[in-house]
């Protein structure tokens, strides 16, 4: 069975211009969360959809977006990049919504570097 | 709020040796999960195990076992004889049992372990 599967591995962008990743779950998954990982502030939450829903929502500002497709993929926007915006961004998916008995499988992840 | 303390940063040890690393949360739930995940140079993060807070019983699984005391709030990981392939950085994180805002995982800042040869 195929794992999660993000795109693009790597990103760099400049100051000012948006992004977007992508996540492919694992068959058969119907949720899927983000998270962003850097050296200070270490693993936050972004958001988890569920079934095309949002349904849990990180304290990221509204310049971080996202959404899910029908077919369970998912991609998240971050507009307008400043500096701290390079990170991993970690995608994970998960049978069920998070909570449900469910552990999460992460992807690789995207490295998204801001210049 | 949740929180979950990993106050070890790095460790470092020689093959076969034993390491323990620590983990402390807090949590105003009367149920929730636990969870250890590690993360090679990679970048996935590989899930190791899932604890609920029902079940105070330790587990073993080949070489890892995990302690959990819910009267010092803690969830420790052991791994015995390591090997160098177990050089990764390894966090606990923290879950609400239901879904809703608790629902997503908190993180530890992570431990950094070097297995030397």
């Known amino acids: 069975k195929a794992g999660v599967t993000q795109t693009p591995r790597y990103l760099i962008k400049t100051r000012g211009q948006q992004v977007t990743l992508s996540c492919s779950p694992i068959s058969g998954h119907r949720s899927v969360s983000w998270y962003q990982q850097t050296p200070g502030q270490g693993l936050q939450f972004l958001f988890e959809y569920f079934s095309e829903t949002q349904r849990n929502k990180g304290n990221f500002p509204g310049r971080f977006s996202g959404r899910q497709f029908s077919n369970s993929r998912s991609e998240m926007n971050v507009s307008t990049l400043e500096l701290g915006d390079s990170a991993l961004y970690l995608c994970?998916?998960?049978?069920?919504?998070?909570?449900?008995?469910?552990?999460?499988?992460f992807g690789n992840g995207t490295r998204l570097t801001v210049t | 709020a949740q929180k979950v303390t990993q106050a070890q940063t790095e460790i470092s040890v020689v093959e076969k040796e034993d390491v323990t690393l620590d983990c402390v949360y807090e949590?105003?739930?009367?149920?929730?999960?636990l969870f250890w995940y590690k993360q090679p140079p990679s970048g996935e993060l590989v899930f190791l195990i899932r604890r609920n807070s029902f079940d105070e019983q330790n587990e073993i699984s080949g070489r890892y076992s995990w302690n959990f005391q819910k009267s010092t709030s803690s969830f420790n990981f052991t791994i015995t004889a390591s090997q160098v392939v177990d050089s990764a950085v390894y966090f606990c994180?923290?879950?609400?049992?239901?879904?809703?805002?608790?629902?997503?995982?908190?993180f530890g800042k992570g431990i950094t372990l070097s297995v030397r040869p």
């Open positions: 994180a923290l879950s609400g049992y239901y879904t809703g805002a608790n629902s997503k995982l908190t």
């Open positions: 994970a998916s998960s049978t069920r919504p998070a909570g449900r008995n469910s552990p999460l499988h």
């Open positions: 949590t105003r739930d009367t149920t929730y999960y």
